[in-house]
């Protein structure tokens, strides 16, 4: 017999909450609020601020741990708010002594917060993590070693210096795409067209017997509309319409200095906000009029974006995406977690960032690395030198004819072949932060935020791998047994969220 439910919502008095006032300590943000750091980071975020001077700021705390909740379950500002205040795990994650309903913070400060970290503060983060990280695996395996008394002696944290070279180091760089429309030149000169109007707009004064000048907006507008409605464009129909928009905007550049100079004031008579806009659309007309006249698609610091005049077209050359508009950002992978190197808005070579990353490595932990495991394009005969010098071993293919195969040589590249899979580990951190943490689509829309937005999802997905070295750990402590069953693999993307898969087979 099939118990029927009624459909009539019950009252909120009759609702039954599982955990009887209680939280559950085996709940993922309950770990991670008791294992993480959080002194350490406090004072990071805290230096910069002033105590004498302003109203009081909002809990370090709460600013750093609400970026890593909404990095981590992939919301939006606003969304992140309701969340922590809906949900009182969250509420102790960030440190809360009891649970409040009201809304903890405006949607509108998580700019502060990010302004206010940058990229550089997340990559100090990253490494005051890792310290911790270290230190409490030190105090571990020193406690160990008291209790067997095989080594009484104290156990530090890091390698000294002077030491071989030891570990793996795997370099990469990639792309974070912002958040922009697919620019044409046409759709730009479009949207130049309509700012440029705006400014019109509003330097007209409306005055007895005078009229505001001609834009011509409306014939403007109607061919563009005709010109988007043809699907497939001949190049001589996308000139000669390209041609005409950047007439347009010529026209009402050159209106736009007359009532300048009308004005006849010292300073732009409108605001900060409308001036940078006006030299952003004469940049952009420069450049389409020297690409029209000159017959080619190339310029340098080519605008994609008007609302964000920073983002550069950077090419990759890859499938379905040979070029991508947005940040390029270089990468270093030590056991598992994630550095981040350098942040770009302009195309570069990523090769020329080996050495600093071979160096940082060195600052960081006491030594050269054994292995280096990077592509094809960082195997410059400089890059080759470099770390022969430093008795560094290279993953990549050498250079010059194939030497004939003997035992010592087979084993040698069967070294090799080892280490240069390895660096699908990169690739698959990238894949990580693009499908998982927002890092595909950079939603901020200033160039310091976007950073900081980067910095924050790999802040975040080295928390993440925190968390799952902690969960295998206590799984390894704990020696998981069911009669004949025995637990041979775990699912690492399911406990990267907090949660635990056990793959089990008789």
């Known amino acids: 017999m099939i118990k029927y439910t009624s459909n009539n919502q019950i009252s909120i008095e009759e609702f039954i909450l599982p955990f009887s006032g209680r939280l559950n300590k085996k709940n993922r943000w309950v770990w991670l609020a008791n294992n993480l750091p959080w002194d350490k980071m406090v004072s990071l975020y805290s230096q910069n601020m002033s105590l004498k001077m302003g109203r009081c700021a909002i809990d370090p705390r709460v600013a750093i741990g609400s970026l890593i909740i909404k990095h981590m379950k992939t919301l939006s500002d606003e969304d992140t708010v309701e969340e922590i205040r809906e949900n009182p795990y969250l509420q102790y994650f960030l440190g809360y002594k009891e649970y409040h309903y009201d809304q903890p913070f405006t949607p509108s400060l998580f700019v502060s917060f990010r302004r206010r970290l940058g990229d550089k503060h997340f990559e100090e983060l990253t490494n005051r993590l890792v310290a911790y990280v270290k230190e409490e695996e030190a105090k571990k395996k020193h406690k160990k070693r008291s209790e067997k008394n095989n080594n009484n002696s104290n156990s530090s944290s890091g390698l000294p210096l002077g030491s071989t070279n030891k570990g793996h180091l795997i370099v990469d760089a990639t792309v974070s795409p912002a958040d922009i429309k697919y620019p044409t030149d046409l759709n730009l000169l479009n949207e130049a067209r309509q700012k440029s109007e705006l400014l019109i707009d509003l330097l007209h004064v409306p005055e007895k017997g005078k009229l505001k000048p001609r834009t011509y907006r409306r014939i403007a507008h109607k061919k563009y509309l005709s010109a988007t409605k043809i699907r497939k464009k001949s190049k001589k129909t996308l000139r ?65 974006s008007i609302s964000q005049p920073y983002v550069r077209p950077i090419v990759r050359g890859k499938a379905g995406r040979e070029v991508e508009f947005g940040a390029k950002a270089s990468l270093s992978l030590v056991d598992g977690y994630s550095y981040l190197h350098r942040i770009s808005w302009d195309a570069y070579n990523e090769s020329t960032d080996l050495k600093a990353q071979i160096e940082a490595y060195q600052k960081h932990f ?139 087979i008789r």
């Open 240 to 304: 000669k319409v390209i041609g005409q928009q950047l007439r347009y905007v010529g026209r009402n550049l050159k209106t736009i200095e007359k009532m300048l100079d009308e004005k006849r004031t010292r300073h732009f008579p409108l605001g900060y906000k409308y001036q940078r806009l006006y030299w952003i659309i004469q940049e952009l007309y420069r450049q389409q009029k020297h690409m029209y006249d000159t017959k080619r698609h190339q310029v340098e610091h080519r605008i994609v």
């Open 366 to 504: 006491g030594h050269y690395p054994e292995w280096v495991s990077a592509d094809k394009i960082y195997g410059t005969r400089e890059n080759r030198a470099y770390m022969k010098s430093q008795d560094i071993r290279f993953s990549g293919v050498s250079l010059g004819r194939p030497k004939a195969l003997t035992t010592e040589l087979k084993k040698e590249l069967k070294t090799h072949k080892k280490y240069s899979r390895q660096r699908s580990r990169v690739e698959g951190k990238f894949g990580e932060g693009k499908r998982k943490y927002d890092l595909g689509l950079v939603k901020a829309k200033r160039s310091d935020t976007s950073e900081s937005w980067i910095g924050a999802v790999f802040f975040v997905m080295n928390i993440a791998y925190y968390l799952r070295v902690i969960f295998l750990s206590f799984l390894k402590n704990s020696q998981i047994w069911f009669k004949n069953i025995k637990i041979i693999e775990i699912n690492r993307y399911m406990v990267s969220r907090g949660k635990l898969i056990l793959y089990i």
